[in-house]
């Protein structure tokens, strides 16, 4: 699986992005996606996760209400709409798929990368 990541950009605080990844291969509809960032001197973190068929979702605490996972899996894309951006939220931010049954992923857990989208939210 080869993931290619876009949407990223320059926006004010209060602003939104829609954040896409898109998989190559026939096997994406089996796979967990998930969306991880990273900013400047810091650790790649979590934000949100989306199980194979939809139903499963997590968010990391401060995105809750303010991001939403989705995906098509006959696009064989996964989303990550941002709204009510901060600028806490600026980072690089990777989207990653892994097998197994939808949970909270860890960079460890990833099977498949995505490059990254810079995300930068200005105060």
């Known amino acids: 699986v080869q993931l290619q990541a876009s949407g990223g950009g320059l926006v004010q605080a209060g602003g939104s992005l829609r954040l896409s990844c898109v998989a190559s291969?026939?096997?994406?509809?089996?796979?967990?996606m998930g969306w991880f960032r990273q900013a400047p001197g810091k650790e790649r973190e979590i934000v949100a996760v989306?199980?194979?068929?939809?139903?499963?979702?997590y968010y990391t605490d401060s995105v809750k209400g303010r991001f939403t996972i989705s995906r098509d899996n006959a696009k064989n894309t996964v989303y990550l709409q941002m709204d009510s951006l901060k600028p806490e939220d600026t980072a690089v931010y990777y989207c990653a798929a892994t097998v197994g049954y939808g949970r909270v992923l860890a960079p460890g857990d990833v099977r498949y990368w995505g490059q990254g989208t810079q995300v930068t939210v200005s105060s």
């Open positions: 291969g026939r096997t994406f509809s089996s796979h967990v």
């Open positions: 989306i199980g194979w068929s939809g139903v499963y979702t």
